[in-house]
């Protein structure tokens, strides 16, 4: 059922399963045999789940998961360090996540890690579908129960070509900001989210000349081929700026300070593999964040 659910078609389900359609179309037609409901809904754009179909789903999700923690329980009481963690991270935090997962193991090789990738809103998805263990995002979100742990300090910036004209300038004003062309994230980025926070009661700054894109690699190299100023994590840009490929314009209310954190569903047990990256995180995480705190007043000298 949860490979449909993802798919939304027999076909495409049967074949993460590694098995024919017509065995999944008899798996499902015998579940709902044994329910006596109707578990999806069969419609245009494909199958979905119905209430009853979600209710099963919600009570596999439940059984795979006390699996896993069992297994990690099993291994704790044999004093094996040993595990699975699945870690999600904001496309932001890919530029560090990989040395904490270094230094993590390093600790503790004998626990499995998986990494996954994306925007806010597939990292919140992700955490709502069971799908990770812990998330590594800017903001916890508010439509989920979760416990979160911080990491450090998330510096926001706005950058330039090193020969754009504002270089030079301090002080730079919202509505300075407003008139240029603005590289944004696509909806759904956290750094997106953060931009319109930030440019709120500018009047018509969205009027202004905008390139969406969806990553921040992209955005690094349109900027310093200068389509434009980009609002961006300090993180992602630490060794552009020391090797002076991009620029920190001096806007008034820059940087924002934000945090890191780690963030695990507060309504399902912890495994020893979560507890022990919950612990490592909260002790050493912020020592594995990209050194930025040092370049901006160089720039704003």
Do not use: C
């Not at 499902?28 to 199958?47: A, I, K, N, S, Y």
């Amino acid at each position: 059922m949860s490979a449909i659910q993802r798919h939304r078609k027999i076909v495409s389900a049967a074949a993460e399963l590694g098995l024919t359609p017509p065995a999944v179309t008899l798996q499902l037609q015998q579940l709902e045999h044994e329910t006596g409901l109707v578990l999806f809904d069969r419609t245009p754009d494909g199958m979905r789940a119905t209430a009853a179909g979600l209710a099963v789903l919600d009570a596999a999700q439940a059984v795979e998961e006390r699996l896993r923690v069992l297994s990690d329980e099993i291994d704790a009481v044999k004093g094996v360090k040993q595990g699975s963690l699945r870690l999600g991270v904001v496309s932001t935090a890919k530029y560090f996540a990989p040395r904490l997962m270094a230094a993590f193991m390093a600790d503790f090789p004998g626990i499995e890690m998986r990494l996954k990738v994306g925007n806010r809103a597939q990292t919140i998805d992700s955490l709502k579908n069971h799908d990770l263990d812990i998330a590594l995002m800017g903001r916890p979100p508010d439509d989920v129960p979760v416990r979160a742990v911080v990491i450090g300090d998330h510096p926001l910036v706005i950058i330039a070509a090193p020969d754009h004209p504002l270089v030079r300038q301090r002080d730079i004003s919202k509505e300075i900001i407003a008139g240029e062309s603005v590289l944004l994230r696509e909806p759904g980025s956290g750094t997106r989210t953060s931009m319109e926070i930030f440019m709120r009661g500018v009047t018509g700054w969205m009027d202004s000349p905008a390139i969406e894109m969806d990553s921040n690699e992209t955005i690094k190299q349109s900027v310093m081929a200068g389509l434009g100023v980009a609002f961006i994590s300090g993180h992602t840009v630490s060794y552009e700026l020391e090797a002076g490929r991009l620029a920190l314009l001096d806007v008034v209310g820059m940087p924002l300070r934000r945090q890191w954190f780690a963030v695990a569903r507060s309504d399902r047990v912890m495994t020893p593999a979560m507890a022990a990256f919950h612990d490592f995180l909260a002790r050493s995480g912020t020592r594995y964040l990209p050194a930025f705190g040092r370049l901006y007043p160089q720039q704003a000298s």
